[in-house]
Nanobody, 121 residues
Framework: QVQLVESGGGLVQAGGSLRLSCAAS????????MAWYRQAPGKQRELVAS???????NYADSVKGRFTVSRDSAQKWVYLQMNSLNPEDTAVYYC???????????????WGRGTQVTVSS
């Protein structure tokens, strides 16, 4: 099947930076949209940033100008560069992707298990 594995989370002081990575592996023919979501304690999961296979990006208002989403040329990695972090960014960050297993098949949506980001004040 398919796995999405996140890495790069950790503890950082306010104003610091982290770079999250997500690798997609398994039976993959094509990946369309890749995205990062986050979920803070007691809150709903929310979209942080997304990037299409063509490179179009979308950001939550709360992270615009601070976070940058990107993909590698092979289209199986997605990254989230997070700068000027503040305590409100503390959450579990999840990778999400729409994946086609074979030509002509419908895309299926997958989630990673998440990586914890903690920003101390």
């Amino acid at each position: 099947q398919v796995q999405l594995v996140e890495s790069g989370g950790g503890l950082v002081q306010a104003g610091g930076s982290l770079r999250l990575s997500c690798a997609a592996s398994g039976t993959i023919f094509n990946i369309n949209l890749m995205a990062w979501y986050r979920q803070a304690p007691g809150k709903q999961r929310e979209l942080v940033a997304s990037i299409s296979s063509g490179g179009s990006t979308n950001y939550a208002d709360s992270v615009k100008g601070r976070f940058t989403v990107s993909r590698d040329s092979a289209q199986k990695w997605v990254y989230l560069q997070m700068n000027s972090l503040n305590p409100e960014d503390t959450a579990v960050y999840y990778c999400n992707a729409d994946i086609q297993h074979s030509f002509g098949l419908a895309y299926k949506n997958y989630w990673g298990r998440g990586t914890q980001v903690t920003v101390s004040s």
